[in-house]
């Protein structure tokens, strides 16, 4: 609206600026026409006053002194067609008025007559404010010789701007000439009319805020003028709609790069690992949240902050500044051990280059994976604590067996009993050997899963028999009593009979190796509705409250002087328990210190076992 | 002259009574120690000129009661030899410390023993001269 308010206001200027310089135009003609005039009738009046001035310089002298109606003078003012005549006067040599004529209104000027003979004749202009501005001719009258007077005629000085009554002249002048203003103006109008709608239209669509072709129909310059506007418009509007393309296909591509990052970060998010991403200048550009779990940094810290900062574990920190240093160069896999609190836990760290599809010369960035090693760490060192733990429990018994054997070849040691001794610690180091040999086979298998249990339905008191006529057979040098305890029959059960032997026949070695001299062992079997019962019972030196609860780990001996004074390797009972278990049942243990133990290997019966199942 | 005094520790029966045996007919005092517990009171009530002992045991193993007795006497020149089943660098390095401290690998030559305890006990620089290549396997 402001725009159309000033293009109105505009609109009038131009007007007002017309009449403005149209009278101006009228002003400057007529000063030049009243300054022509004024400079015509001066000439007259020079003309006109020096001649009259010397042709009544001519009369004589009383012939002007005659006053009255007839006197010269009266006749020439009232003969004297124009009204500019002032005054004409007769003065003496003295200077005194002798004879005059006066317009009404004039008064005659004092004047001072000249000296010189030379200056006699002349004219001058006296400033008279009563009279206006007048010019005098003045000229003496001569009689002979003699200077009589002077005649001095007074004439007033032409205006620049005449009397109102010579103005209908110059509105006459002025009038075509202010006539043709408006004329002029109009035709201007007519012209800039479709400049003016152009510019309403263009308003608007400035206010509307669309660009569209200017339907207005023009001639000339004007309609060349919006011919080529147009043909911008039109160019513009190409433009622009190229351009909202152009922008459109941008923004369609950044969301679908958003799309595309936002995915591969949540995929990076989702990976079991740390993920670290360098740029190839080395600064990290991404982290995921693993590395809270891994290396305990917050991922916002890795991104803004110093490795130094953030990585508080000391060989992790020099794994990533090599990477950071060179980039584009693969590094590891590098384990790293942490122990914290006695608890192991590791990390794997490697590094990989960032390649484009297309070739791999330049790398644009280096990826750092961390990998949970704990559990293999932990399978590693528990693999190799097995390893020491059997180590150990070869060489002993291969110790005493290596020494007895060095002194059964020395002559001097060869007494009977010494011979007896050593054949009997050389047989038990054996004994011992084959069965830590062989219990660590079985345990080994168990746990690995290669040992499949082949479960088959077998009489359960005929394994009992066997194992107790087995026990019985291989002790009865150890001076122990044995007892055996069963039903004549019992509910089916399916076990592993080689498995199951095993297990029996382990705990009984153990009945009779920690019995007193001249105790018992009991191997008695029970059953109830659910489950058949296998009972070991001794009366041996007992397990102390201490290590009753360690007795089923592996290679555990007790500390006791009791337990070291006999062989053992400490896999038996973790044998027999694995066994138990395969079997979806349970071995548990009971014991007073000095008075002996109570192993009980509890079965579950097959229908009791259908029934869990079911 | 005094017959020399061997200190014998290991849990193992059959060991101990083996060494015992074949020490004492070479001519040498013997006591023993059913572990490092044990041992190490034996080593202050007896002071023996010389300890074998097994490196696992129970209460307390040989690596403890070797490094007890070098609190309890820093300065003692007893000859130690360690019997052990593992004698790789990471588990000997323990006794850089300890000059007095030999290792020897399971399972145990009674003669080596025998010509080590002999070697070391019957020569006045013994102990010096174990200083000087300490910490070897027999």
């Given at each position: 609206m402001k725009l159309l308010k000033f293009a109105a206001w505009k609109k009038e200027r131009l007007g007002m600026g017309m009449i403005v310089s149209t009278l101006a135009v009228i002003s400057f003609i007529l000063l030049l026409f009243f300054k022509y005039q004024q400079q015509n009738l001066t000439d007259q009046i020079q003309r006109q006053g020096t001649s009259l001035t010397r042709l009544l310089a001519e009369v004589p002298f009383e012939q002007l002194a005659t006053s009255g109606k007839q006197s010269a003078l009266d006749i020439l003012f009232y003969s004297h067609s124009r009204d500019d005549l002032a005054y004409a006067v007769l003065v003496s040599s003295q200077g005194q008025p002798i004879q005059q004529v006066v317009s009404p209104g004039v008064l005659v000027p004092e004047t001072q007559l000249p000296e010189q003979p030379s200056q006699w004749l002349g004219q001058r202009n006296i400033e008279s404010?009563?009279?206006?501005d007048i010019i005098e001719f003045y000229a003496p009258i001569l009689a002979g010789p003699h200077l009589k007077g002077y005649i001095r005629l007074g004439y007033r000085q032409p205006r620049l701007i005449p009397a109102f009554s010579q103005w209908s002249f110059a509105a006459s002048l002025a009038l075509p000439i202010f006539l043709l203003t408006p004329l002029f103006y109009f035709l201007m109008r007519r012209e800039i009319k479709p400049m003016i709608a152009a510019q309403q239209a263009l308003n608007r669509q400035l206010e509307s805020g669309s660009l569209q072709q200017l339907e207005i129909s023009a001639g000339g310059e004007v309609g060349e003028f919006i011919k080529n506007l147009n043909s911008y418009v039109e160019f513009s509007r190409g433009r622009i709609k190229q351009m909202e393309s152009e922008q459109s296909n941008l923004v369609t591509s950044s969301k679908v790069l958003e799309y595309k990052f936002s995915k591969v970060t949540s995929m990076l998010q989702a990976l079991p690992d740390g993920i670290i991403v360098l740029d190839k200048c080395g600064s990290v550009i991404f982290a995921n949240d693993k590395l809270k779990i891994l290396l305990n940094a917050d991922p916002k810290e890795v991104m803004s902050e110093e490795t130094e900062s953030w990585c508080k574990i000391r060989s992790a920190m020099s794994f990533i500044r090599n990477c950071q240093r060179y980039p584009g160069l693969s590094f590891g896999p590098e384990t790293i051990e942490l122990k914290d609190n006695h608890t192991l836990k590791a990390i794997d760290m490697s590094a990989q280059p960032l390649f484009g599809d297309d070739q791999k010369s330049t790398s644009f960035g280096t990826v750092i994976v961390i990998r949970d090693a704990t559990n293999e760490a932990m399978a590693k060192s528990g693999r190799e604590s097995f390893v020491a733990h059997i180590a150990h429990e070869l060489k002993t018994p291969l110790n005493a067996m290596s020494m007895y054997s060095q002194a059964l070849m020395d002559a001097e040691h060869r007494d009977e009993a010494f011979v007896t001794e050593a054949i009997n610690v050389i047989h038990d180091e054996t004994e011992r050997m084959i069965g830590l040999i062989n219990n660590t086979l079985n345990i080994t298998r168990i746990e690995s899963g290669s040992l499949g249990i082949d479960r088959r339905r077998v009489k359960i008191t005929d394994l009992v028999k066997d194992a107790m006529d087995n026990i019985t057979r291989e002790s009865k040098d150890n001076n122990v009593h044995f007892d055996l305890k069963m039903p004549k029959d019992t509910g089916p059960v399916s076990i592993d009979k080689n498995m199951l032997r095993i297990a029996i026949n382990n705990l009984l070695t153990n009945a009779v190796k920690y019995n007193q001299p001249g105790g018992t062992v009991t191997l008695e079997l029970t059953e109830t509705g659910d489950s058949i019962f296998i009972h070991v019972r001794d009366t041996g030196i007992g397990i102390s409250e201490e290590d009753l609860s360690k007795v089923f780990d592996k290679f555990y001996r007790s500390e006791d002087d009791h337990v070291r004074e006999r062989t053992g390797h400490g896999l038996g009972l973790a044998l027999a328990r694995e066994i138990v278990q395969l079997h979806h049942g349970q071995l548990t243990v009971s014991s007073e210190l000095g008075k002996g133990s109570e192993f009980v290997i509890e079965i579950p019966k097959e229908t009791e076992r259908l029934k869990q199942v079911v | 002259m005094m017959a020399k005094k061997i200190l014998l520790i290991d849990d193992e029966p059959h060991v101990l009574r083996i060494m015992k045996m074949s020490l004492l007919r070479e001519g040498y005092q013997v006591i023993t120690a059913k572990n490092g517990l044990e041992g190490l009171a034996t080593v202050h009530e007896q002071q023996p000129d010389a300890i074998v002992v097994d490196i696992e045991m129970p209460k307390m193993n040989g690596r403890q009661m070797c490094e007890q007795l070098h609190v309890d006497l820093p300065d003692h020149q007893i000859p130690i030899f360690i019997a052990t089943s593992r004698a790789e660098d990471e588990f000997r390095s323990w006794t850089h410390a300890y000059p007095m401290i030999k290792f020897m690998e399971k399972p145990i030559s009674l003669r080596t023993l025998i010509a080590a305890l002999k070697s070391t006990l019957s020569e006045p620089l013994g102990n010096a001269r174990m200083q000087a290549g300490g910490n070897q396997i027999e």
């Open positions: 404010p009563r009279s206006g | -």
